[in-house]
């Protein structure tokens, strides 16, 4: 807090004659920009006075995050949140600093302080893609990226941005230049077993035919959508229909609003939930012959009987959500980015987006500011061994700041 002191002209004049009897106090939120700073480090070096023809002694440098680099930690994570935060090409980066600051940064050298970090930073999603693959239930879903193809001449070429969601612990992000059921030995594992709520495409089954220990579970929100587009066409049928599914979600808000554990929403979804899914089928199959496949409340009847199984299938789990929203959130601030920077400059940036986005997005989903743990943790990561990389996720992070502050406290 910065303070200011306004005395009255006539005080200042002839102070004696007043004597204060109170004071009027006002507020303004006031914003002071970032400002570069060289951070100097200064190591003497020391000889002993009687042994002056012993090699001098001197404290050995600080570990860096690339040797020979001119950037520190807070400079590193300003960029990276710019980047991948605040998606900011570093074309922009760089205009700002120059304009503003008077300070010249090449994106070139941008991008490459980017890898040497990510480089470090890879370990900790590593980690979080470990535990990922060992949950019993994940939400999957992929939206595409354009990326740079030196083999396509000038044109780019169409890459997938993976992104796996255990609700309340993770959120991982991979990178691949296909959309192949493949993929997903990559992003789940090959020995990969549990449970997958995923959209209807035709990946998630292939991987799925394969693996004897995953369940696939479809998500209502997509079915939802298709009767909300096929208003226009059969208002009646498709509000019908929108208002049974509306029932559905309206008792999941309750759950959640009440915190109820998995045993109380199983409880409660084979009680109500149950009544209402049957219902919806039978309307389904009686209607499906009455709309053309191609019209817009016959493809959402065929839409929803075709994918059946698998929509029904979070009324016999307690733990599962009834749509895969989380996930398609965790999707967005990617879809925001793509409007600035428009395209992964190579399949090299597409990876490393892809590390960046899983931290940035855990920060986020863990209520821990991005620029503190990303300065932090590229501070202390050129001296953590890989048994200690678990303390460095987001979570596990803002956990020891809070005990820390306990414990001063």
């Not at 208002?243 to 559905?248: K, P, S, Y």
């Not at 987001?394 to 306990?406: D, E, G, H, I, V």
Request: aromatic fraction near 10%.
């Amino acid at each position: 807090m910065v303070r200011q002191v306004i005395e009255p002209e006539v005080v200042q004049a002839q102070p004696e004659p007043w004597k204060c009897i109170g004071q009027e106090v006002s507020r303004l939120l006031d914003y002071q920009p970032g400002k570069f700073f060289w951070q100097e480090t200064v190591r003497p070096k020391y000889v002993r006075r009687d042994q002056r023809l012993l090699p001098p002694v001197v404290a050995p440098a600080t570990e860096r995050v690339a040797d020979h680099s001119l950037a520190a930690p807070g400079l590193l994570a300003q960029l990276l949140v710019g980047k991948y935060c605040d998606h900011l090409p570093f074309y922009r980066q760089e205009q700002i600093f120059w304009q503003r600051h008077q300070v010249f940064i090449a994106r070139q050298q941008m991008v490459q302080w980017t890898a040497q970090s990510v480089r470090l930073l890879s370990g900790i999603s590593d980690f979080l893609k470990r535990e990922m693959q060992g949950s019993a239930y994940v939400q999957v879903d992929e939206t595409p990226v354009r990326y740079q193809d030196p083999n396509l001449e000038g044109r780019c070429g169409q890459g997938y941005l993976w992104t796996a969601l255990v609700p309340g612990r993770c959120v991982v992000y991979e990178w691949h230049t296909s959309r192949a059921a493949r993929c997903l030995d990559s992003l789940l594992g090959e020995g990969f077993v549990g449970k997958v709520q995923c959209d209807g495409y035709s990946a998630y089954p292939a991987f799925a035919k394969e693996k004897s220990g995953v369940e696939l579970l479809g998500c209502w929100a997509h079915a939802r959508r298709n009767f909300f587009e096929a208003q226009e066409e059969a208002p009646r049928v498709a509000g019908w229909f929108l208002n049974q599914i509306g029932l559905l979600y309206r008792w999941e808000e309750g759950l959640r609003q009440g915190r109820a554990g998995p045993v109380r929403r199983q409880v409660q979804r084979t009680s109500h939930h149950r009544m209402v899914i049957e219902r919806l089928h039978r309307a389904l199959e009686k209607l499906r012959c009455r709309y053309l496949p191609k019209s817009l409340l016959g493809e959402a009847i065929g839409y929803a009987l075709r994918h059946w199984p698998t929509p029904v299938g979070f009324l016999e789990h307690g733990e599962v959500e009834i749509d895969n929203n989380l996930v398609e959130n965790a999707i967005r601030p990617t879809a925001l980015g793509k409007k600035n920077w428009l395209f992964f400059g190579s399949e090299e940036a597409g990876q490393r987006s892809a590390v960046m986005y899983t931290l940035i997005e855990n920060c986020r989903r863990h209520g821990v500011e991005p620029y503190a743990y990303l300065k932090d943790v590229l501070e202390r990561l050129p001296t953590t061994t890989n048994q200690q990389v678990a303390q460095l996720t987001p979570l596990n992070w803002k956990k020891a700041r809070q005990s820390s502050l306990q414990q001063a406290a």
